[in-house]
Protein backbone atom coordinates (compact mmCIF):
# COMPACT_ATOMS: atom_id res chain seq x y z
CA UNK A 1 0.00 0.00 0.00
CA UNK A 2 1.15 3.44 -1.11
CA UNK A 3 1.07 6.55 1.42
CA UNK A 4 -1.02 7.71 -0.70
CA UNK A 5 -3.75 5.12 -0.12
CA UNK A 6 -2.62 4.69 3.63
CA UNK A 7 -3.86 8.54 3.95
CA UNK A 8 -6.81 7.69 2.17
CA UNK A 9 -7.79 4.57 4.51
CA UNK A 10 -6.82 6.73 7.48
CA UNK A 11 -9.20 10.10 6.52
CA UNK A 12 -12.47 8.11 5.26
CA UNK A 13 -12.81 6.72 8.83
CA UNK A 14 -11.97 10.07 10.84
CA UNK A 15 -14.62 11.48 8.42
CA UNK A 16 -17.41 9.06 8.91
CA UNK A 17 -16.70 9.15 12.59
CA UNK A 18 -17.03 13.26 12.02
CA UNK A 19 -20.37 12.40 10.23
CA UNK A 20 -21.65 10.04 12.45
CA UNK A 21 -21.06 12.34 15.34
CA UNK A 22 -22.89 15.43 13.68
CA UNK A 23 -25.99 13.41 12.91
CA UNK A 24 -26.07 11.89 16.51
CA UNK A 25 -25.53 15.63 17.53
CA UNK A 26 -28.56 16.52 15.97
CA UNK A 27 -30.34 13.58 16.47
CA UNK A 28 -30.07 13.66 20.45
CA UNK A 29 -30.23 17.35 20.67
CA UNK A 30 -33.43 17.84 23.77
CA UNK A 31 -36.77 18.84 21.52
CA UNK A 32 -38.88 22.08 23.17
CA UNK A 33 -40.86 19.44 25.66
CA UNK A 34 -37.18 18.10 26.95
CA UNK A 35 -36.58 21.81 28.27
CA UNK A 36 -39.46 22.54 30.03
CA UNK A 37 -42.62 22.23 27.83
CA UNK A 38 -45.28 19.64 27.55
CA UNK A 39 -44.87 16.76 25.21
CA UNK A 40 -48.86 17.30 24.63
CA UNK A 41 -47.60 20.61 22.65
CA UNK A 42 -48.32 20.40 19.05
CA UNK A 43 -47.14 24.16 18.44
CA UNK A 44 -43.92 25.70 20.19
CA UNK A 45 -43.76 29.42 20.93
CA UNK A 46 -41.27 31.82 21.80
CA UNK A 47 -42.25 32.58 25.22
CA UNK A 48 -45.03 35.50 25.57
CA UNK A 49 -46.99 36.96 28.22
CA UNK A 50 -50.66 36.46 27.95
CA UNK A 51 -53.38 37.67 31.03
CA UNK A 52 -56.79 35.63 32.07
CA UNK A 53 -59.60 37.43 31.11
CA UNK A 54 -62.11 35.49 32.08
CA UNK A 55 -63.03 34.38 35.91
CA UNK A 56 -62.32 30.67 37.49
CA UNK A 57 -60.98 29.54 34.29
CA UNK A 58 -59.35 26.03 35.15
CA UNK A 59 -55.75 25.45 34.75
CA UNK A 60 -55.19 21.87 33.97
CA UNK A 61 -52.98 19.34 33.80
CA UNK A 62 -53.74 18.64 29.89
CA UNK A 63 -55.47 20.15 27.13
CA UNK A 64 -58.88 19.01 28.06
CA UNK A 65 -61.44 19.07 30.12
CA UNK A 66 -60.66 15.52 30.96
CA UNK A 67 -57.53 16.43 32.50
CA UNK A 68 -57.09 17.65 36.47
CA UNK A 69 -57.77 21.48 37.53
CA UNK A 70 -54.63 22.34 39.31
CA UNK A 71 -56.34 25.19 40.32
CA UNK A 72 -58.21 28.81 39.14
CA UNK A 73 -57.08 31.45 37.37
CA UNK A 74 -59.18 34.95 37.80
CA UNK A 75 -59.67 38.49 35.22
CA UNK A 76 -55.85 39.74 35.73
CA UNK A 77 -53.67 37.05 36.53
CA UNK A 78 -50.37 37.24 34.21
CA UNK A 79 -49.11 33.98 32.17
CA UNK A 80 -46.45 33.45 29.91
CA UNK A 81 -47.89 31.03 26.89
CA UNK A 82 -44.99 28.17 26.16
CA UNK A 83 -47.04 26.06 23.47
CA UNK A 84 -50.35 25.15 22.56
CA UNK A 85 -52.57 21.83 21.35
CA UNK A 86 -55.58 22.86 19.56
CA UNK A 87 -57.25 25.13 21.22
CA UNK A 88 -55.40 24.70 24.45
CA UNK A 89 -52.55 26.85 25.77
CA UNK A 90 -49.34 25.65 28.05
CA UNK A 91 -48.66 28.23 30.19
CA UNK A 92 -46.92 29.38 33.74
CA UNK A 93 -47.93 31.79 35.45
CA UNK A 94 -45.80 34.95 35.99
CA UNK A 95 -47.13 35.86 39.70
CA UNK A 96 -49.13 34.17 42.06
CA UNK A 97 -52.58 33.55 41.15
CA UNK A 98 -55.56 35.60 42.59
CA UNK A 99 -56.59 31.82 43.55
CA UNK A 100 -53.34 31.35 45.33
CA UNK A 101 -51.64 29.04 42.36
CA UNK A 102 -47.39 29.61 43.19
CA UNK A 103 -45.30 31.37 40.67
CA UNK A 104 -43.93 29.62 37.77
CA UNK A 105 -47.20 27.23 38.06
CA UNK A 106 -47.25 25.36 34.62
CA UNK A 107 -50.65 23.94 32.91
CA UNK A 108 -53.08 23.84 30.27
CA UNK A 109 -55.83 26.56 30.02
CA UNK A 110 -58.07 27.26 27.03
CA UNK A 111 -57.14 29.79 24.42
CA UNK A 112 -60.58 31.66 24.69
CA UNK A 113 -60.00 32.55 28.39
CA UNK A 114 -57.01 34.73 28.14
CA UNK A 115 -57.69 38.31 26.78
CA UNK A 116 -54.72 39.51 25.98
CA UNK A 117 -51.99 37.56 23.52
CA UNK A 118 -48.66 39.41 23.38
CA UNK A 119 -46.19 38.26 20.57
Not at 24 to 50: D, Q
Not at 55 to 72: A, E, F, I, K, M
Not at 83 to 96: D, G
Request: net charge positive; with cysteine; proline share 4%.
Amino acid sequence: MTVRQRIRHATVPAALAMAAAAVLTVTTAPAAHAVGESRKCSINFRNFPATAGKNGWNDRTGPSTRYTSRGLLYRGDKVTVMCSHNNWVYTSLIRRSASGLPKGTKGWVRQDGLAELAG
